[in-house]
Each structure stands twice: as C-alpha cells, then as structure tokens.
C-alpha cells in the first residue's frame, strides 16, 4: 500500500513560449522510452560517437572535444571557465545583462582577476570596448561572452571580438547556450575557443545537458595548467577520456537524455542549419510585427535582435503576474517574465525549436491580445495576428 | 537532406546486471514521453514539492533540504563536499574503495586538509580506526564514507561512525548511491547529516540526477561559510531557493528526469521501503549461493556484503573481457568488470531495483556457467542455478 499515493503524471497541455524550455519534438520525447543501455555498452558508445559527429556539425566545428556535459546549460558555463582559468588568471567579461553576470560570478569563484566590459541591457558590447579592457589587462587568459542574451533577446556579433581575443592571445569564451541551433554560431569559422549550450533551448531536447566544445588552442591551455580543476564533475582532462578513445570510467552518462539529445539533433539534421535559422527568423519576424501592431515595443535594439527570443515591453497599466498566469491557465500558454532589471518591465517571448512555427505566433499574438484589452489596452480587433499574416504574405 | 543520416535508435534488448544503471521500469521510461511544462510552471512545481515529500521518504528524514541534484550521482558527491567543507578545513574520509578515493581527490580540490582512514578493500572500514582520526585532527570539520562501495560491494554501518563524527562536532556524510532504496540508509535515525545518492541504482530511474539531503545541523555550516562555494552550479543556497518557497530562478531543471524520478519514487513507495530491501536481501543470497555453486568465490567480507551488488571472482585462467563481451553479445546481459585493485580479478554483479527479480538471478547464474565451462571451468550441469532455486525453496 503506498504511503504517499500521488497520482499518474498528468500536467497540461502547454505551448512553450518562455526562454525555455521549448516544447520537444514527439520522436525525442519517444526516444526516451528506448530501454536502458549499460554506459560503457559498445552499443551506446556507438550512440555517444554519433552524438560527437552530430554535434559538431551544428556548432560548425571540427573540434574534437565536442560533447554534451552531463548536467544543464548552466554547468556547461561552469565547466567553460573552470577548465581554462586558474587561480590569479585575467580574464575579461562582457556584461549585458543577467547571464554575462553569471560568468563573472563564476570567474570569482575561480579565484581569477575579473575586468567587465559593460553595455546597456537590450544592447550589443562594442568590440571597442573589449579592444580597450585587452590592452589594459596585463595578460589576458580569456574574453567571455553571451551570444544570444536570454535576458535581453539581444544577438552579438562574435567575429571581431573573437579576432581581437586571438590577437591578444586570449582564449574566446561564448555562451550559445540560447542560440545554438536558431541562429549561426560557426565555431570554428568566427574563431571560438570555447562555447557551450543547453538542450532545451533551439535543439528542443529536454533540458539536462549541455553541448560544449574545446578547439586546440583551449585545449592546450588546459594541459598546461598548473592546478587541479576546481571540480572533479567538471573536469574536461577525465571527461574526455571517457568520449575518447580510451573509455576510462568517470561518471554514469545520462543515458536516456543521450538518446533524446542524438534524437534532436537527428531532426537539426534532417531539416539542415541554414532551413532551421531561415525557420527563426522568418516567424520572430512575423512576431514582431504582430507585437508593434499590439502597441507593444521591443526590447533589443534593432538589427540585433535574437530570432529565438523577443522581448517586448509591457504596456503601464497592464499586471505582468496577471497576464501570464492568465495566458498559462486559459490558453495553456507559456512566456516568459523579465529578468533582473527588465523584471516587471518586459516580457521574453521564445520561438524556440519545435516551439517556433506559424501556429505558435499566431496563438500568441491572438491570446496576449485578448488579455491586453481585458487589462484595458485599446487594440483593434485581430490587430496583432493581422499583422503577422501580412508578414508572412508580403514581408517574408 | 540529412547530412549524416544515423537511423533511428534500436539498440538491444539489454538485461542490467552491472554496477548500475539498472533496468528502468517500462513507467518511468513512459514518464518520460509527458510532454514539457517549463521549470516555473506551477503545475511543475507541485511535481517538485511530490518528489521531495518522496524522496525524504526514501532517504528517511524529515530534512527540508531534500532534492534531487541536476546532474549525476557523481556530482551530488561533489555537491555535497563543495558545500560543507571550506579552504583549511579538516576532512576524514574513509577510504577502502574507488569511490573512498574520489571523495578524497573533491576534498583536495576544496583546498581542505584530508585526513584518511583506510581498511581493506573488499573490509568494512573500522570505527575506532574513525575515532583514532577524530582524536588526532585538530578541528575536524566533516568524517565522509560510503554505505555502500561500488567498487568492492562492502555495505559499511554507519551507526557508531555516525555517532562518532557527531561526538566531536564533526557533519557526519555519507554516499548512498548505491544502497538507497536497496537496503536501509535512515538518515534521521542513523544521524547521518548529508546522503547524496544517483538515480540509476536501486532507484531504477535512468542516470541523470543525484538526490541529495542535507540536515539542520549541515545547514548551520552552509550558513556559517566565509567564502563562496567554489561551484556556482551545486551552491546549495542558490539551488535552496529553486526547490523552496522562493522559486527563484537558478538553473533550468531537467523536466523530464524530474517525471522519471517522481514516477520511480512512486514506485518505491507503492512497494514498501522494507519489502523492497526484503527483496534485495533474497535475491542477492540466492545468487550468492548460485555463484558459490558454480565454484567463485565471493569478494566483500561475509556479514557485509551489499545485498544490491555482489563481487565475485574470476577463476585462474578465465578470460574476464572475453566472458563478459559474450554475456553482452550472447546473453544480452551486462555485468560489470572490476575497478581499481580489482580490475580483471572481480566481476561486480548488480541485483538491483527492476533489475533484482528472480528471473535475473537464474539468468545470470545460466549463462555464466555456459561461459565459465567454456573457458575450461569444471562444472556440474545446472549446478548454480539449482543452488539458487535451492536457497529460494529452502533458505529464504
């Protein structure tokens, strides 16, 4: 008799249409159910070998060490800077808004010297900026920045700041943790050392891993470490022995998350990198346009706006909690709140992965409408779908 | 197009009779099919609030902190460590296995001053070898052991260390990956103030997330730090306030980990916590009989052997790669090969969660005779499995 009695899983039906996660195709929800292999099985070494190849096709890399971290997204950024930065090492952060101050929170943690380089939030870093903070550091070891900002919806340009890294010969350090798989990212082709991602964000894999790769460069500076890494989880020296060659124990791989994670990108595969950005930005677009047609504005400034995640200003008057907890329980709707100081101010709107189609921008624009004018907004009827319809038939 | 074109999973039908993982429950792998809620979603966070009521049942504690960790049992080790112990302090651990040695490999990496007290492997370790440490470290701050060693199958007690470790201030922790849910860990009773264990063992949830639990006591020290924990990841404050009443945003957890941890808690609970180590206990000595019969000796020490992981033996002149590729390859059943001092000498055969049923023992014991008289072994036709039909007829 059991003592606690909960019942059968039996959530909503919800469209994800927050920062993440996005909603997962069925064929990787179903890969999950795939019975159990051992982790050291040859069979799922062959899986595991699959998933490298895979995986570095969409990061646009031919790096070796291209793996999924046994852990979500951001154990991925932990394991980018723990791996690279020793004790009284420079290392120069981009900070513009919540997850650029993640990074330098870790950096402390890693007993290394900090210098930020700011820029408003909602704004790119400018590479002068990074150029100025290379040149006042004495010796910098790693310049770190967030590719697609999940708490701005801002997309930054990563070539010349990569270029200008090299040039000091620094690692480059990039969060693609939102972008990966919605907008190019190109390791190797813009210069990245280092860049890690999440699953659950544009791959559309349930979150609990997190894809990361190593060039050459970074991985010689990790062999020339004087220092053990700070985490024995993390270590990418251990982890790397067994996604390598050798097998070598060190933890118990996720197995049904690897089959999900293979299964996902499997679909990034099929339907090919270029196709999957045009995907994004076509319907970001289209959102867009609807949301301005709502009288809402957006909150990256224009030209770098990431196609994954809009952020769009909420209107003075109108209760954020109400609206989305209304968009939840009547329409199974899911957006996101703002974050740090855009909390309260603005809303996170994901067309992530499976989450971005037609169909999502349409029951989004067509829902946040009808909570809009119960909150007293004036917007004239089908204003915001209208909108996006005229997109995808004229502006597309 | 797809570029590369890997077809979709089908891998074979294993039976898990190794170190872990264990076969998964066909409704846990279901579980996981649930279509996504995001991490805030207040219908997830009441699966949250299940899970932990769950857990603590599992773990046997009241202890608020209770949650299972975003990542592998591995990680919940370092979490565990990470948060307690600070640069300078000092640790004992006991040391008579892999995973002994890897506590002390974390405790090193925390800058702490380690402490070891050794035994044998395949020996419990012994308390007064614990209170000759506790006499002769000045402050110490943590005594660390495992219940369970995965590497030997010893199943340490844990009372009068317990005890100990609280008799000169000390936190008492202790691995559970192994033994939780197999055989009794009773952390309130025990006075144990941190357990970690991993899903993937006796729990039967695929390998993913490492549930963890920490006391008041334990809580006071994480209060009192003076520095950072040195893993932005496993900082327990942060994560605290996730899974507490809080809900502040830290890390995106793995939704559909969380469904298959919930629904094999369900399961544990709809089984009893005492039936289910009734169950281990007789089929591991149904085993261990079966393999006595077919002439192996066994590895951990009688009276504390594992009941969820037998060691045994391999006979002089036994090919150990070759006999266990074609348990794989064959049978369709996985056992684990030695670790450590161990390699080559031990097989590690794992009873446990979904994979502890009778069926496994006859199997197991089966196809280990075709492959040991193969490779020269003298054995009596049927002779392991009429031992183990014979314990359960007679001996149970």
Chains 1, 2 share one sequence.
């Not at 809402?296 to 706006?305: F, P, S």
């Amino acid at each position: 008799m059991a003592a606690h009695g909960y019942s059968e899983l039996n959530p909503s039906r919800r469209l994800l249409m927050g920062p993440g996660p996005s909603d997962a195709h069925p064929r990787v929800l179903r890969a999950m159910t795939t019975p159990l292999l051992g982790h050291l099985d040859p069979e799922f070494l062959e899986l595991m070998e699959e998933s490298k190849t895979l995986l570095r096709s969409a990061f646009g890399t031919a790096n070796d060490l291209t793996i999924p971290i046994s852990a979500t997204g951001s154990a991925g950024m932990e394991a980018a800077f723990v791996n690279v930065v020793e004790p009284g090492d420079d290392v120069i952060v981009c900070v513009n808004g919540v997850f650029g101050q993640r990074m330098s929170d870790i950096v402390g943690r890693c007993g290394a010297n900090l210098t930020r380089v700011e820029a408003d939030w909602g704004a790119t870093v400018a590479a002068e900026d990074v150029a100025a903070a290379l040149k006042a550091v004495k010796n910098p070891k790693v310049v770190a920045i967030v590719h697609a900002e999940t708490s701005t919806g801002v997309l930054q340009p990563l070539g010349d700041i990569a270029a200008l890294a090299r040039d000091h010969g620094a690692l480059s350090l990039v969060d693609a943790v939102t972008s990966l798989a919605g907008a190019p990212v190109d390791v190797d082709a813009t210069g990245i050392d280092v860049a890690y991602s999440g699953t659950q964000k544009c791959l559309s894999c349930p979150p609990g891993l997190s894809p990361i790769t190593f060039s050459a460069r970074a991985l010689e500076v990790i062999q020339a470490r004087k220092t053990k890494v700070q985490s024995w989880y993390l270590d990418m020296s251990m982890i790397a022995r067994y996604w390598g060659e050798e097998r070598v124990y060190h933890h118990t791989a996720p197995i049904s998350m690897v089959y999900a994670f293979r299964e996902a990108l499997r679909l990034v595969d099929e339907e090919g990198l270029e196709a999957r950005f045009e995907r994004h930005r076509l319907h970001s677009a289209a959102l867009a346009a609807g949301l301005e047609a709502l009288g809402l504005g957006l909150g990256a400034e224009a030209g770098n706006r990431a196609p994954m995640l809009t952020l769009t200003s909420i209107p003075d008057g109108v209760d954020d909690g109400a609206v989305r907890r209304r968009l939840l329980s009547e329409f199974n709707l899911e957006i996101g709140g703002g974050l740090g100081v855009f909390a309260g101010k603005m809303w996170r709107i994901g067309l992530m992965g499976e989450s971005c189609r037609r169909s999502s921008v349409l029951t989004c624009l067509d829902a946040l409408e009808t909570c809009l004018r119960d909150e007293g907004q004036s917007i004239g009827a089908g204003a915001g779908v209208s909108a996006a319809l005229g997109y995808y038939a004229d502006g597309a």
